[in-house]
Every structure is written in C-alpha cells, then in structure tokens.
C-alpha cells in the first residue's frame, strides 16, 4: 500500500527564516511525486512535479528535492504571504489513476 | 479558461435530504475525482472517472453516487446526507497521458444538521 507521510505537521517561521518541509514515501514504483500549495477556503493549486531521484525544481523562494525515500520542500526566506498548507502526493507506475496524498504540513509565516 | 468549477460553493443540508454536487473542467481532460477534505484527515479520494461513461470507487465511496455523462462534467450525489457527510468537497481534474498533474477547483462546503 502506498503510504506519504509529512512533516511537521505544522511550522511556525519568523518571516526570513528559511526550512524545510519533508514528505516521506512508500511506493510500489515512482511515476511522480507532487507538490501543492493551499490556501485556506481554496482547493490545492499545483506547485512541482519530481519524477527521479536526485531531481530538483524551483519556484520564487521554493526549491524541491527527490530522493528515493523521501522529499523536501525547501523555503528559503519566506514572506508572510508563503503561509499556507502545502501537501505532497505520490503517483505509482504500473496504470494507476489514483495519487495518494499526505496530510499535508500548515506553514505559518509571521512578519 | 475558467479550469475547474464547483457548484454550488456552499450549501446546508438536513439529515434524509439529497443533492448534486457538480463539477465541470474546460480543458479537456479526460481523467476527474471527487475528493473530501475533513480536519486532520487529508484528501481521501471519494469516486474517480477516467473517461466518459466511466467511474470507479475510490477510498470512501459508501453514501454517495457519480456519473460522468458528458466529458466535461463529473456529478456528486448524496442520495441520504447523514451529518457524517459534513465535509469539503472538492474536484479535480487532469490530463491522460504521462502528464499527472491535477487541477482542483474550488470547492463546496457542505454541512449537514
């Protein structure tokens, strides 16, 4: 079965302090590993797609990694306005259509 | 391109009662969920489709029913809302193919006294 777990559950930053969040994995078979952010009373809004090991993208103040256990959502000086909850998921290979999602981690950035 | 769209945002229901949740996509998309979102509990996959005329149950599919007439939309019916059914709703959408990323829309507040 597969399994995402993240971590923390919940961060609280002094704006400029950068982190990081983690998403652990167990997966039968990695077709891709998601990024999303979500702001409260919105729906999930995409943020990076990682599909190897060793692979990394970036966006404004966010840098994710891949490992084959695990990744992280690196903030590098964040600003009020990255407080949101960011939520990772896994797709497996083998025709799945269905992504399995962690818990997601609530960031809360204050100025 | 308006993406993803719910209707409605937000509703209350009594126990017994029923209603349609509606989720249309303008992009085509060939593959759509229904998801509910509860405190603490993440995103748990309700029914999903990949194509028109089809659907398939996902992780918590007891009380509620789809379909998927047209391409383009993907319907949530709750058939006898009971006040566990209080939740968030939400629809997402994406492509076939290698390109797994998801679209969600907005989402619909649904409680139920």
């Known amino acids: 079965e597969d399994q995402v777990t993240q971590s923390p559950e919940a961060l609280r930053l002094q704006e400029g302090e950068s982190s990081s969040l983690n998403c652990s994995y167990t997966?039968?078979?990695?077709?891709?590993l998601f990024w999303y952010r979500q702001d409260p009373g919105k729906g999930p809004e995409f943020l990076f797609t990682?599909?190897?090991a060793g692979e990394e993208k970036e966006k404004e103040r966010l840098k994710a990694t891949l490992t084959k256990k695990e990744s992280f959502l690196h903030i590098t000086a964040p600003k009020p306005e990255d407080s949101a909850t960011y939520l990772c998921?896994?797709?497996?290979?083998?025709?799945?259509?269905?992504?399995?999602f962690g818990r997601g981690t609530s960031l809360i950035v204050h100025p | 391109n308006a993406g993803v769209t719910q209707t409605p945002k937000f509703r209350v229901l009594k126990t017994g009662q029923s209603m349609t949740l509606l989720c249309a996509q303008d992009?085509?998309?060939?593959?759509m969920y229904w998801y509910r979102q509860d405190p603490g509990m993440g995103l748990r996959l309700i029914h999903y489709?990949?194509?028109?005329?089809?659907?398939a149950k996902g992780e918590v599919p007891d009380g509620y029913n789809v379909s998927r007439l047209k391409k383009q939309n993907f319907l949530l019916g709750l058939e006898s809302a009971a006040p566990s059914q209080t939740s968030v709703y939400f629809c997402?959408?994406?492509?076939?193919?290698?390109?797994?990323?998801?679209?969600f829309g907005p989402g619909t507040r649904l409680l139920v006294l």
């Open positions: 992009m085509n998309h060939e593959y």
């Open positions: 489709s990949v194509g028109e005329g089809t659907t």
């Open positions: 997966v039968s078979g990695l077709r891709g």
């Open positions: 997402a959408s994406r492509a076939s193919g290698n390109s797994e990323t998801q679209y």
């Open positions: 990682l599909y190897s």
């Open positions: 998921a896994v797709q497996a290979s083998g025709g799945s259509y269905i992504p399995t």
